[in-house]
């Protein structure tokens, strides 16, 4: 393809940047804060910006589902150019970013970050009766809403609640989905008439062990039918059946039929198609980077983060927030216009919203260290608690809005690359 591209179809920038999500309009302004004169261009299609995290509050109806979009224009920073365009493909060798249509994008240096792909037709029948017969989901803007609706209705009768295999955005969501309903009906005296089960794809609750102890206090106060290594694989929306298959011990399976009267799905999650198909994926379909750098293992001029990217961190917008000053500032360094490269420690956070006012903070880095951005006598992150709430509900909001995507940094500045820090 790259062959049959010529100067009138292709264009140049110093940086480009694919995907305007979280990861990419945060690295554009801190690119921007950084050295003002910079040359750089952000590619992607969507006329929206989602600020995603909030969508399991407005499937718990605490927000409204306006507060969680702004248009994209609203959101590019001063300074950087926004290309409105499909991307088709990369030629790393050739420095090309190739859009749908036949045109090029040169560069100096790339930043891939357009998210994943949502893989809604990995589950038969799943498509067909999504936002209907009592079928929802928080991880789509205009389903939330609809969970909202289905958890206030639902007096008597069977809740399911799924989680797929690993990897995934936000892996706390499933079950915070679970929480916020199973709280409501509690409140409301319909917990016991409505049963709850979670069928959770993988063997434990929660990835990192200190935070299960808390969180199974609420299964247990909830009696949720707690099912693990069971994986949903079709949806029987006319006739409310859900199909999932279970994992045995022994590495066989068995297939399981349940009834519903409400069922809220997680997606299989995947690196998007043009990720997989490029020669900047790794063998499983996700962007091959150094852990700490997030600098692409072959092709030096090249970056990466949020959740497209094959490292072990928690996929969530906190992830993202840590990820950017790093990325920004290991892409001037390429450019000779910084002189110490910075480090990303594997941050993640997971504000798990156990009831309406309290929420136990996950908060870790690479092997499930804990990281608290808070000393225990003001917020032990293990526990329940209001203030974690409040920081989730009133603080993190206009912290995305005015913080992170305007390339202010609080809590987020870049550590300088140490050897020992090194994988």
């Known amino acids: 393809m790259p062959a049959l591209l010529s100067p009138a179809n292709t264009d140049h920038h110093k940086v480009v940047i694919v995907g305007a999500g979280a990861a990419g309009i945060a690295t554009a302004s801190s690119l921007i804060s950084r050295d003002p004169s910079l040359d750089v261009t952000l590619i992607d299609p969507a006329e929206v910006h989602y600020y995603q995290p909030g969508w399991t509050m407005v499937g718990a109806g605490v927000f409204k589902a306006p507060s969680t979009a702004r248009t994209m224009a609203s959101t590019i920073p001063r300074g950087v150019r926004w290309i409105k365009a499909r991307v088709q493909g990369f030629d790393p060798l050739g420095q090309l970013v190739l859009l749908e249509g036949g045109r090029a994008i040169s560069y100096e240096q790339l930043v891939v970050c357009p998210g994943l792909k949502l893989d809604w037709a990995a589950i038969d029948g799943l498509s067909e009766t999504l936002g209907r017969n009592g079928v929802t989901s928080n991880y789509r803007y205009d389903l939330a809403p609809y969970t909202w609706e289905l958890v206030q209705k639902l007096k008597q009768g069977r809740a399911l609640f799924c989680q797929p295999p690993m990897p995934i955005k936000c ?67 006319p006739n409310k059946r859900a199909t999932f298959v279970r994992t045995l011990a022994d590495g066989s399976s068995e297939t399981r039929i349940e009834a519903f009267d409400m069922l809220h799905v997680v997606p299989p999650q995947v690196a998007p198609d043009f990720i997989r198909e490029s020669p900047l994926a790794d063998s499983a379909g996700w962007v091959d980077v150094d852990p700490h750098t997030l600098r692409h293992r072959h092709f030096t001029n090249v970056h990466a983060l949020g959740d497209v990217t094959n490292t ?65 006598w003001l917020l032990d992150g293990r526990k329940p608690t209001r203030l974690a709430w409040l920081l989730k509900a009133q603080v993190l909001p206009p912290l995305y809005w005015k913080g992170m995507l305007k390339g202010r940094e609080w809590l987020a500045r870049p550590q300088p690359l140490v050897a020992e820090g090194r994988q």
């Open 171 to 237: 892996a706390g969501a499933p079950q915070k989905a679970l929480y916020l309903s199973c709280d409501h009906w509690l409140r409301h005296g319909h917990l016991g008439a409505v049963k709850a089960s979670f069928f959770n794809a993988g063997a434990v609750l929660f990835g990192v062990a200190d935070y299960v102890p808390a969180l199974m206090k609420y299964i247990d106060k909830y009696a949720v039918d707690l099912n693990f290594s069971h994986r949903l694989v079709a949806v029987d929306g």
């Open 312 to 376: 072990s961190n928690a996929k969530t917008a906190a992830a993202a927030r840590k990820q950017a000053p790093v990325v920004a500032n290991n892409v001037l360094v390429a450019l000779g216009r910084l002189p110490t490269l910075a480090q990303y420690d594997g941050y993640g956070s997971c504000p798990l919203t156990v009831e309406r006012g309290k929420i136990v903070l996950a908060e870790f880095t690479y092997g499930g260290k804990l990281a608290p951005s808070f000393p225990n």
